[in-house]
């Protein structure tokens, strides 16, 4: 089994920043691929983005591209979305979650793909 637990998020004005993190146990880190998503009151999880279990290649949805960055400490069992220049729109709640398998270039933001998820953090952006 595997066990991920989401920290960091909160309130934050718009324009601000935030740093997601990921504290992954039960089954070794640096084995599997890792993914973000987030999901509004009344909407599906949406992909927004994913890492290999090296930290390359990275994913991301068009929507936070150039403004998400995603990273990976496999020394720490710690997967990191750093969110910058935060708008309203953000606001969700953000879930970590991960997979054995390699991605492929067109599954890796499909949430059925994925094996283990985390109970999620929630970020709010105020206008």
């Known amino acids: 089994q595997v066990q991920l637990v989401e920290s960091g998020g909160g309130l934050v004005q718009a324009g601000g920043s935030l740093r997601l993190s990921c504290v992954a146990s039960g089954r070794t880190f640096s084995d599997m691929n890792h993914g973000w998503f987030r999901q509004s009151p009344k909407k599906a999880r949406d992909f927004v983005a994913a890492?290999?279990?090296?930290?390359?290649?990275?994913y991301y949805s068009d929507s936070v591209k150039g403004r998400f960055t995603v990273s990976r400490d496999n020394a720490k069992n710690t997967l990191y979305l750093q969110l910058n220049n935060l708008e309203p729109g953000h606001t969700a709640k953000y879930y970590c979650?991960?997979?054995?398998?390699?991605?492929?270039?067109?599954?890796?933001?499909?949430?059925?793909?994925?094996?283990?998820w985390g109970q999620g953090t929630q970020v709010t952006v105020s206008s």
């Open positions: 890492i290999s279990w090296n930290g390359a290649p990275t």
């Open positions: 979650a991960a997979r054995y398998k390699s991605f492929t270039s067109t599954d890796y933001g499909l949430t059925r793909n994925y094996d283990y």
